[in-house]
C-alpha cells in the first residue's frame, strides 16, 4: 500500500480547506476506499477522516421532504420510518445494497462516489481510461458480461454501481455541494457523468468541493416506489439489471412516472422514454408492457452482456406490475 499521513478532521470548515488539497483523499465509512488503497489505485499523499464533523451528519424529515446528512449511514436511512413509509423506493435500494456490515459502515456521500467494480479499473496490470487515462478500454474486447448497454463509449463500458444513487435519481434527488465559495445544488440526476471521451472525469464535483448532504422532495409519486434488482446471487452482490419506479396514480391512470436503471448503464439511468409511455397510460398489463419494452431504447450491447436487454425491460415490467395493481 502506497504510504500516506492520515488525520481526523474537526470540522466543516478545516474539510473544505483540505478540499483544495490536491493530493488529499477524504475518508468517511472508508468501505471503498480501503479496497482501493489495498488495490493501489488510489495513491493520496494525505487521507482526512471526515467522521467525526456534526455538520455533515443527519437524517431530518418534514413536509417539504427529507436532508440526509453525507455521512448519514446507509442503515439509519434505510431504517427510518419516514423513509420506509414515504420513501419506499430509497430503503429498498439501500437494504438491496452490499451487506449489514457495509451497510452499517457505508455513508451517503461515500455511496454516491464510490468507483465502478469494472474488473478492469479494479486490476491495475490490465489496461483501463478511468484509471490511466489513453491507456485503453479492456473490456470492450474482453470479459464484458457486467458491462454497460447504455450510455458507454469507445473509451468505457463500465457500470455504475450504486443502488441508492438510483433510487435517489427517481426520487428527483439533489445533493448539496459546498466549497470555500459557497453551495451549490446539483440534482443527482445529472451528478454521475457518461464517460465520452474523458471516463476518469466520473462526477460533477469541481476541485475543491465535497457532497455535505442529499436533498429529496416530497413529491406525488414518492410514496407509491419500489425498487427491484436482478443479481447473480441473493445477497452482497451488484445488479445485472435494476429498476426503480415511482408512480403517481389518479382515476385509474399513471399521472406522472419516475423510472430510473442500474447496473445497465455507465450512470444512474432515467429512462424518460419509458416514463413517456406511462404518463396518462392506464392501469393495464398491455400499457405497462409497451412502457417497459422502451427500458433498454438506445442500447449498445457487447460480445457477453446482450441478455441485459430483454432483463432490463422485464425488471421494469416487473416493478410496474407490483405497484400498478
Known sequence: MHPFR???LADLAAALTAAKDSTAEFLAGGTDMLQLLKDDIRRPARLLDLGGI???QGI????????LGALARMSDVAEHPVVKAEYPVLSQALLASASPQVRNMGTMGGNLLQRTRCLYF???ATP????????GCGALN????????LGGSDHCVATHPSDLAVALVALDAVLVAQSLGGKRRIPVEAFHLAPGETPDRETALA?????????????AFARRSLYYKVRDRASFEFALAAAAVALDLGEGRIREARVALGGVATKP???HSVEAALRGAPLERAAFETAASHAADGAQVLAQNGFKVALVQRAVLHALVTLGT
Request: hydrophobic letters at 35%.
Open 128 to 135: 483501463c481510461n478511468r484509471r490511466i487515462p489513453d491507456s
Open 6 to 8: 492520515y488525520a481526523r
Open 142 to 149: 474482453g470479459e464484458n458480461r457486467l458491462h454497460a448497454i
Open 54 to 56: 456534526a455538520e455533515l
Open 269 to 271: 439511468w432515467r429512462a
Open 207 to 219: 476541485p475543491g468541493e465535497i457532497i455535505t448532504a442529499v436533498e429529496v422532495p416530497a413529491t
Open 122 to 124: 479494479r486490476d491495475i
Open 60 to 67: 431530518e424529515a418534514g413536509p417539504s421532504g427529507l436532508r
